[in-house]
């Protein structure tokens, strides 16, 4: 439907930023499990949907991954791609498909502010957040909390790419 918006990862995380602007100071009112976390996730699946065929992990990282949705890759890698990918960039599970992670990269290349993102570590998927919002676990900080028994992923990587 709209998903040619990803084509323009610059112009995204400039509606990103303003998304996140706009939705910050009502954080107190925006809590999981609230009354307003249906409208949230309402939002987010018909909006994030139409554009990124968001896939409702309850943890959107799409302005660290080029504003390429990671949960659309077939084996749902959630930090780079697997051993498989084709040398034409396509997906070993579904050829016909460019793997998301070679997208991904690609775009992040055209982002200046979280551009940066793409090489940090993410943590796991948490499979509870499932069918959250995830503009309310962000502002809740529930999104980067790791289940216990889980690794912290470190967040002080500094790598310079190339373009």
């Not at 554009?51 to 799409?62: E, P, R, S, Y």
């Not at 960039?89 to 200046?112: F, I």
């Not at 551009?115 to 570590?121: D, K, S």
Request: aromatic letters at 8%; glycine letters at 8%.
């Amino acid at each position: 439907m709209l998903r040619f918006l990803q084509n323009y990862p610059k112009a995204m995380e400039t509606i990103y930023d303003a998304a996140h602007s706009a939705i910050k100071p009502f954080a107190r009112w925006l809590k999981p499990n609230g009354r307003l976390e249906p409208i949230m996730i309402w939002g987010e699946s018909v909006g994030k949907g139409a554009v990124f065929d968001c896939q409702m992990c309850g943890q959107c990282i799409l302005h660290s991954t080029g504003m390429t949705c990671p949960m659309t890759c077939p084996k749902n890698l959630r930090n780079g791609p697997c051993g498989g990918v084709r040398t034409n960039g396509h997906c070993e599970v579904k050829p016909d498909m460019r793997c998301v992670w070679t997208v991904a990269y690609e775009r992040s290349l055209q982002m200046p502010k979280y551009g940066h993102e793409f090489i940090q570590i993410q943590p796991p998927v948490n499979r509870r957040l499932e069918g959250t919002a995830s503009w309310v676990n962000m502002l809740a900080g529930t999104d980067t909390i790791t289940p216990k028994g889980w690794v912290t992923p470190p967040t002080d990587i500094s790598v310079e790419r190339s373009a």
